[in-house]
């Protein structure tokens, strides 16, 4: 054997072994992106290029004052708007749409496996969509099945957003579902805790098993279709609350009472989820507390179709008019919104209807909701290397037609992604 067919086994080889191949592994060439206009995650700025070196961003700018070194290749991306990759701040990639299985039959009948599987087909209509992060709130009864997605992510293994997981999240013993008869214990869909030293153990083992966040519910309906009631004491709320910030873990917390959404604010959670029966009063309190809003409007609005409202025909459903209302006293109060839609409670990849839905039907403009679905997500979420077209922060960049600071429609007209510098959506 000659030395350079050795050399060519031994390469084989290792390409085998690693996964991937070493011979392709030499620096890609800088690439120089040429849309119609850049939003850099604040301002619309037409003319502009943007320079992607290795998985980041090198410089962006107007097209004559932007060097492009030798060997760039150019990147024309004609009647294009370049917008930072989209962050999801609310989804469950591990559930999908309720009118094709109950929430229910999700979490009882059907195999980690089978919703695995499913997970992995989520994640790539996600990215494909534009959403280049998502924070992931709850494997809903699937255990830690987002830890191995997220690293099946990470390791390029499957196609998907940078994730921020929750894994089983936690609720009062007795305090979530499924439930079936009062003779027969079912598992649940997230961990059941009470008292200070289950909350602490359980807080421990989440975060030591992946939970880039820490997910509680504060309130829940005790029975199926009935009221909501707040369900950890305040006691219990501040010491999970304690337990994860000495981990340096940050709590959201799913809570629509006004008594659920207070005593988490109270607690220091930084963002409320839903929020549907949010009070002027409690979001003074948010706002004093520099809790954030994550207002899921695009969730209620698909389960109640799914009961059998005809949007756009009959009177509005009273949950809707309510949303309207907690949404804009949160407004009112100037509280920070987290932009997210609780997607897989419709499908995966239809991630833009939150905006849409906010721009139609909430009183928000596009560049309102475009700024926070980049750089305010980003911020809140405390993610600075994401979210702004600018020099060092991750080339996570998606184009699309139109102009999305004028037209929320253009967020659907998705023409090409970019993750870390490599294209995952061609032209
Ligand atoms: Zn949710």
Sequence with gaps: MTQRLFRRCLLAALCVLGGRCLAQSAPPAPLLLQPAAVFDGQTLH??????????????????????????????????????PGLIEGHSHLLLHPYNETSWDDQVLRESQALRVARATEHARRTLQAG??????????????????????????????????????????TGCYGPKLSVDVA?????????????????????????????KVYADYRLTPGGPSVATFSQDELNVLVATARSLGRPVVAHASTPEGMRRAALAGVETIEHGDQGTAEVFKLMKQRGVALCPTVAAGDAILQYRGWRKGQGPEPE????????????????????????????????????????????????????????????????????????????ADLVAVAGDPTQDVQALRQVRWVMKGGAVVREL
């Design 186 to 214: 079912v598992p649940q869909g997230a961990q059941e805790v009470s008292g200070p030293d289950e909350i602490v153990r359980a807080v421990r083992e989440q975060v030591s098993r992946g939970a880039d966040v820490v």
């Design 46 to 83: 037409p003319g502009w290029v943007v320079l992607v070196e290795g998985s980041l961003i090198k410089a962006a700018g107007p097209a004559a004052q932007v060097k492009a070194p030798a060997g760039a290749r150019a990147v024309p991306l004609p009647g294009l708007t370049l917008l």
């Design 131 to 172: 959403f280049t992060t998502a924070r992931d709130l709850g494997t809903e009864g699937a255990d830690y099945a987002d830890v191995g997605l997220k690293q099946a992510i990470e390791q390029g293994i499957i196609p998907g957003p940078r994730l921020l997981i929750a894994t089983r999240a936690l609720v009062a």
């Design 319 to 394: 949950r809707i008019t309510q949303k309207k209302a907690s949404v804009a006293a949160a407004r009112r109060a100037d509280v920070a919104l987290v932009l997210g839609g609780d997607v897989g409670v419709f499908p995966h990849g239809d991630n833009a209807r939150e905006l849409e839905l906010l721009v139609r039907e909430y009183g928000f403009t596009p560049l309102d909701v475009l700024r926070q679905a980049t750089s305010g997500n980003a911020r809140l979420l405390h993610l600075p290397d994401r979210g702004q077209v600018q020099s060092a922060l991750l």
